[in-house]
């Protein structure tokens, strides 16, 4: 029974130590090798063990911050199916605010096929809040990420929700830095075909 137990903690000590080499290309092996080590984990071990890992030990070269964000898009079966598709986001939430522009683009492209996955009362309680904490961000790299998000959230939150997000996406438009401004202005298309046509009207009511 000991050696079974000895069996499955094995595959996430060797992830741990992969990820701790100081050879690059180490560790990013042991990143594409993420769904292997879930595989072997199990759904439950998965959510209770690597993704926290991943939340809150990740800090890596670029190249690798990538291949996670990208692993991570494709990691709904492997923690349970949709219903768990929430304990998803905080690795990604984290991947969102870094400064390499690549490892954002990557971390917003996995959050959107996410956010596809969760239901609409997930999208309340999980998906906007985060969207919500990188609109306002201290750093301009998680408003930057928020900005491609809006338009996945908007349409499946509640009423008063949607007020907050039109008023969230106002300010990035008019952010102080000409990033946020730029990936505002890169979204306002996609997130404008979402909003209710009332919001566009010309004059002092307009709300958008």
Same mark, same amino acid.
């Given at each position: 029974?000991?050696?079974?137990?000895?069996?499955?903690?094995?595959?996430?000590?060797?992830?741990?130590?992969?990820?701790?080499? =100081?050879?690059?290309?180490?560790?990013?092996?042991?990143?594409?090798?993420?769904?292997?080590?879930?595989?072997?984990?199990?759904?439950?071990?998965?959510?209770?063990?690597?993704?926290?890992?991943?939340?809150?030990?990740?800090?890596?070269?670029?190249?690798?911050?990538?291949?996670?964000?990208?692993?991570?898009? @494709?990691?709904?079966?492997?923690?349970?199916?949709?219903?768990?598709?929430?304990?998803?986001?905080?690795?990604?939430?984290?991947?969102?605010?870094?400064?390499?522009?690549?490892?954002?683009?990557?971390?917003? =492209?996995?959050?959107?096929?996410?956010?596809?996955?969760?239901?609409?009362?997930?999208?309340?309680?999980?998906?906007?809040?985060?969207?919500?904490?990188?609109?306002?961000?201290?750093?301009?790299?998680?408003?930057?990420?928020?900005?491609?998000?809006?338009?996945?959230?908007?349409?499946?939150?509640?009423?008063?929700?949607?007020?907050?997000?039109?008023?969230?996406?106002?300010?990035?438009?008019?952010?102080?830095?000409?990033?946020?401004?730029?990936?505002?202005?890169?979204?306002?298309?996609?997130?404008?075909?979402?909003?209710?046509?009332?919001?566009?009207?010309?004059? @002092?009511?307009?709300?958008?």
């Amino acid at each position: 029974m000991a050696g079974c137990e000895d069996d499955a903690l094995y595959p996430i000590a060797v992830l741990i130590d992969e990820l701790r080499n =100081e050879d690059t290309q180490l560790r990013l092996n042991s990143i594409k090798k993420l769904s292997t080590i879930a595989l072997a984990l199990g759904v439950d071990r998965t959510r209770s063990e690597l993704i926290p890992f991943l939340t809150d030990t990740i800090e890596d070269e670029d190249e690798v911050l990538w291949a996670l964000a990208e692993q991570l898009g @494709n990691f709904i079966p492997l923690v349970g199916g949709p219903e768990y598709a929430s304990c998803l986001l905080p690795p990604l939430e984290n991947l969102a605010t870094v400064e390499e522009t690549v490892v954002r683009e990557k971390a917003t =492209e996995s959050l959107r096929t996410i956010a596809a996955e969760h239901s609409s009362a997930d999208i309340e309680k999980h998906f906007a809040p985060l969207v919500k904490r990188l609109s306002q961000g201290d750093w301009f790299t998680s408003r930057t990420s928020a900005c491609a998000l809006y338009a996945v959230c908007y349409p499946r939150v509640s009423v008063a929700l949607k007020t907050e997000l039109r008023a969230l996406f106002k300010s990035l438009c008019s952010d102080d830095t000409p990033m946020v401004r730029r990936a505002a202005a890169s979204k306002i298309g996609e997130f404008a075909k979402v909003v209710e046509m009332e919001h566009f009207k010309v004059g @002092n009511n307009s709300s958008f």
